[in-house]
């Protein structure tokens, strides 16, 4: 009996110990199959641990299929591989470790303000001239060093509406924003939303106000502006520091590097030069010859060439760094922008950026993030999968809901408990369905899809035009971006847009006559561009091209009927005339008439004579008397008013 009973208690200790290996997405009958358990038995767990909608083809993720698991004392197994990662290292504990760094500054503000003139000032070279539009379309890095031998990095973020995220990336990696207003200007919207992105991110603002050279600007005008915006100066009794400058002059721009100098000795900037590098992508990009390249902005640790680096999804073994200006870097230290060569696949802006011990670490941490996003988007889509099948199961439940209520009315009829026989079974059950029908027509409401394959020369454009073409839509239509990528338009993008019946979208990358000549033979138009305004302005024409045409109807003339006449035909035959004057406008012959009856309408279509006494005529001005017959209506009467109306089409715009 004792032997029995150890026993007994090793086979319960076993089970308990058991381990099991649960696939990331599976079914809850496989799971019961896994587990060793009668489906029953794995549906009343569910309910236990309160899971919605348990049924057989209900979708588990990981996650709820090891809860299950561990409900009935099993032990579901993780593969450590699959969770391995990088992670930023918590602030360092020994301050005297740390090494000053140079301040980040990011220059913002409205579009057109001075910021990218300011900037060549600073650096003595001409960026301005060369963009387009002379607007800037992408973040740009670079060091200035001060006549102290104090460096600056500078930040040039786009001033355009259409690059909020870009600016807002640039408020998140930046220790100061020196934020640009125009003298002549003053506060405008891109400005209004620096200063948000700036206190958001809790950074230092100094205000820099550009084009004090031109006559008759008055500064004091923008400083009690920028108060009404929560940025209280100096000179007024605030805490922001503000400087008078300009950018073709050079006036003041020595005051304003010493400002940003004595700000960033108060705010301490300091890092650790030694252990694994950190930092975050500013851009991206494919250069001809060199590949994959990112401008990168090292904010601990020091990169070197031969550093096997990760960013969101995908790695890089530095093969070689270059400055601003292309000069070949050995080693890049805490608050120091590069371009780095070598990346495996194009980062996307605005990722982390952090060391890896070796290669082979790096292709896991990869492999494990493009798993797990590929993982995310199954549990979406299981989502959508399991509320179709509660969906359905509800529709299934109610149809033999109504079977029951219909066999209970038949047998009462039939007993002569009611009067009067139910409707058939056939009648209710497709009203449910026609129902069913009309809510999904509702969902669907048709809309137009304008479909888009949007090419860039740079990760951060990219995103940027992408997001302004998904903000193009109304009720009835709505720009698709069916896929986005940054380098030169290639064959597979034009025929991904042949197969979706889309276009071809290039921001400062062109297609050359190989690719145009493909794009002609499968009928997609393939568009470049280089400034974004423009862009989008030629998107919201083709999307108007697209819309059904607005249709207006105008009164263009007025006639009474004062009498009816019965005219013979042939024979004794007679057909009813109206005897009318023209009270506004003028009547013709060949456009449409309505008849109004007590200010209703009765009839609408075209007339079948007008004439004055027995003369055709084209047209019957205000005052003239004339008779009018209709085509295909007689029932008019007198009192009955008469309205020539013109259909008007008028293009829609987005």
């Given amino acids: 009996m004792q032997k029995l009973r150890s026993k007994k208690k090793k086979s319960q200790t076993e089970k308990q110990m058991r381990d099991v290996y649960i696939p990331e997405i599976i079914n809850v009958a496989n799971l019961s199959r896994i587990l060793g358990i009668r489906l029953e038995q794995a549906l009343q767990t569910m309910e236990e641990l309160e899971m919605d909608n348990p049924s057989h083809d209900r979708m588990l993720s990981a996650d709820e299929s090891s ?20 992670y930023p290292r918590p602030p360092s504990a020994d301050p005297s470790v740390l090494q000053p760094r140079p301040p980040v500054v990011t220059i913002m503000g409205h579009v057109d303000h001075g910021k990218t003139t300011l900037l060549d000032t600073l650096r003595k070279t001409s960026v301005a001239s060369g963009e387009a539009g002379g607007i800037t379309q992408h973040i740009g890095a670079f060091s200035v060093q001060l006549p102290s031998k104090k460096s600056i990095t500078f930040l040039d973020t786009p001033g355009h509406a259409a690059f909020s995220s870009m600016r807002a990336r640039g408020a998140q990696v930046t220790d100061i924003v020196v934020l640009v207003v125009a003298a002549d200007d003053g506060v405008m919207p891109q400005t209004q939303e620096a200063i948000e992105h700036a206190q958001s991110a809790n950074v230092p603002i100094v205000v820099a106000i550009n084009k004090c050279d031109k006559p008759g600007v008055d500064a004091t005008k923008v400083k009690q502006e920028l108060a009404r915006y929560n ?22 721009l020595d005051q304003l590097e010493e400002t940003i100098s004595t700000l960033s000795e108060i705010l301490e900037l300091k890092a650790e030069r030694d252990n694994g590098v950190e930092g975050v992508v500013i851009e991206s990009q494919v250069e001809k010859g060199r590949g994959n390249v990112a401008t990168v902005l090292v904010r601990r640790g020091t990169l070197k060439p031969g550093s096997t680096v990760v960013a969101g999804q995908t790695w890089c073994r530095v093969r070689s760094m270059t400055d601003y200006q292309g000069r070949p870097v050995k080693q890049a230290l805490p608050g120091t922008p590069v371009k780095v060569i070598g990346w495996k696949e194009v980062p996307t802006a605005g990722d982390e950026m952090l060391q890896a011990s070796d290669e082979g670490t790096a292709k896991t941490v990869v492999d ?35 079977e029951r209520e219909y066999k209970k009315e038949m047998y009462m009829f039939h007993k002569g408990l009611i009067d009067t026989p139910p409707d058939s079974l056939g009648k209710r059950l497709s009203a449910i369905q026609s129902t069913e029908q009309d809510e999904n027509t509702e969902k669907k409401d048709d809309i137009l899809e304008y479909r888009a394959v949007v090419k860039g020369d740079v990760s951060g454009t990219v995103e940027a035009v992408v997001d302004c073409l998904n903000g193009l839509r109304n009720k009835q239509i709505q720009v698709k971006v069916v896929e986005s990528g940054v380098g030169n338009i290639t064959e597979g993008d034009v025929q991904l847009a042949a197969a979706c019946e889309g276009h071809v979208i290039g921001f400062n990358v062109k297609a050359d006559k190989k690719i145009q000549a493909e794009a002609s033979r499968h009928g997609v138009t393939v568009q470049s561009y280089s400034v974004i305004y423009k862009l989008l302005e030629e998107v919201k024409e083709k999307l108007g091209d697209m819309l059904p045409p607005i249709i207006t109807t105008q009164v ?3 006639a009474s009927i004062l009498q009816i006449f019965d005219i013979g035909i042939k024979g004794r035959e007679t057909r009813a005339v109206a005897g009318c004057r023209v009270t506004n406008g003028s009547i013709q012959r060949n456009v449409r008439v309505r008849i109004l009856r007590d200010k209703n309408p009765v009839w609408e279509g075209e007339l079948d004579a007008l004439r004055q006494v027995k003369k055709d005529i084209t047209e019957a001005k205000k005052g003239l008397e004339c008779g009018m017959s209709f085509e295909g209506f007689t029932d008019f009467k007198a009192g009955d008013v008469i309205q020539s109306i013109q259909t008007i089409e008028t293009k829609q715009k987005l």
Avoid: C, F, W, Y
Wanted: aromatic share 0%; no cysteine.
């Fill in 67 to 86: 809860l299950i698991a561990m409900q009935l004392d099993m032990n579901p197994i993780v593969d450590e591989r699959q969770s391995l990662d990088l």
């Fill in 231 to 252: 940025v209280h100066l100096e000179e007024i009794g605030g805490d922001v520091p503000s400087v008078e400058v300009s950018g073709l002059t050079g006036k003041n």
């Fill in 368 to 402: 494990n993030r493009k798993a797990r996003h590929q993982r995310d988007q199954q549990l979406k889509d299981l989502q959508v999968i399991n509320e179709k099948r509660r969906h359905q199961r509800e529709q299934l439940e109610q149809e033999r809901t109504i």
């Fill in 556 to 558: 263009v003339g007025e």
